[in-house]
């Protein structure tokens, strides 16, 4: 039986090691705001803002979120954020995507000052993490990093491994590629159009999922030993979440794996965090 790489106590050991950094800035003076911009009323990315705003009153950083019906105009979005970037107490700025089909998101993560960028979704803070250069990284693939440095598995280190991530994304797919490449792994993308994917799969010493595809990863893509992240989270008709990824298969041959909940989802927050806090010190 795999290793199951615990996310919830990994995240929560990050939030503590960030509340006392936290109350540190505090005392010299050093605090800011959060604010998280909702666009439209989609559950997820209600549920996603409310864990948010509760990650931060944890670690002790203010936040603000500004909940704006769907039919807001990308022009009011813009001026909002235009708005937040010259306020010297918002040291973080966060639009929740997806945001509606009439904005263009790439016009509004844009519009985001660098330094207030969070997320890490921003041209520079991308091509920052292209060049090997600092800037803030965006938080789910961060997240992974530190749950396979912090998982503390036997004899495992990043370094050489060959590692498959599966999606494209530019919040994860590509990002992760970044940060694994950083990490001395050998990487290869694959997505939708790679022929024959359970051959590539089992390649894979270090298998990443982010498909958005409920299930579709079993034990048939996945080689003996292989350490297995899943990204995907999904609510089925039984009101449950699941991954991409079919735990029960997989984990009666990979080394470790994350589970759905409580793996990825909580690292994420947990990075998104860490970011404010740098956001806050400089
Ligand atoms: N939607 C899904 N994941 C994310 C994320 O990490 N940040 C934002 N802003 N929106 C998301």
Redesign the pocket.
């Known amino acids: 039986m795999a290793y199951l790489i615990d996310g919830k106590r990994i995240a929560q050991e990050i939030k503590d090691e960030l509340k006392d950094k936290v109350a540190a800035l505090k005392a010299q003076g050093k605090s800011g705001t959060l604010v998280v911009i909702q666009v439209g009323s989609d559950p997820a990315s209600s549920v996603?803002v409310r864990n948010k705003k509760a990650a931060c009153a944890y670690i002790g950083i203010d936040s603000i979120s500004h909940e704006l019906p769907e039919d807001t105009t990308e022009e009011a979005l813009l001026t909002l954020i235009s708005e937040l970037n010259q306020k010297p107490e918002v040291k973080g700025i966060?639009?929740?995507?997806p945001i509606p089909k009439h904005m263009d998101e790439n016009k509004v993560i844009c519009a985001i000052s660098p330094e207030k960028d969070v997320?890490g979704f921003s041209p520079k803070s991308v091509g920052a993490l292209v060049i090997g250069q600092k800037g803030f990284v965006s938080?789910?693939p961060a997240g992974i990093i530190e749950l396979l440095v912090r998982a503390k598995l036997p004899d495992f280190s990043i370094e050489g491994k060959h590692c498959v991530i599966v999606g494209r994304s530019n919040?994860v797919g590509k990002p992760m590629a970044l940060l694994m490449l950083r990490e001395n792994a050998t990487v290869t993308i694959a997505h939708s159009k790679t022929k024959n994917l359970p051959a590539l799969c089992t390649q894979a010493d270090i298998l990443i999922v982010a498909m958005g595809k409920p299930g579709f990863i079993g034990a048939e893509y996945v080689k003996e030993g292989a350490v297995v992240i899943d990204v995907g989270i999904h609510r089925k008709e039984d009101g449950k979440l699941c991954g991409d990824v079919r735990f029960r298969e997989v984990e009666q041959k990979a080394f470790a794996i994350t589970p759905v909940p409580g793996g990825v989802g909580p690292m994420?927050i947990a990075m998104l965090m860490k970011n404010c806090v740098e956001s806050i010190e400089v």
């Open positions: 996603y966060l639009v929740q995507l997320d938080c789910t919040i994420t």
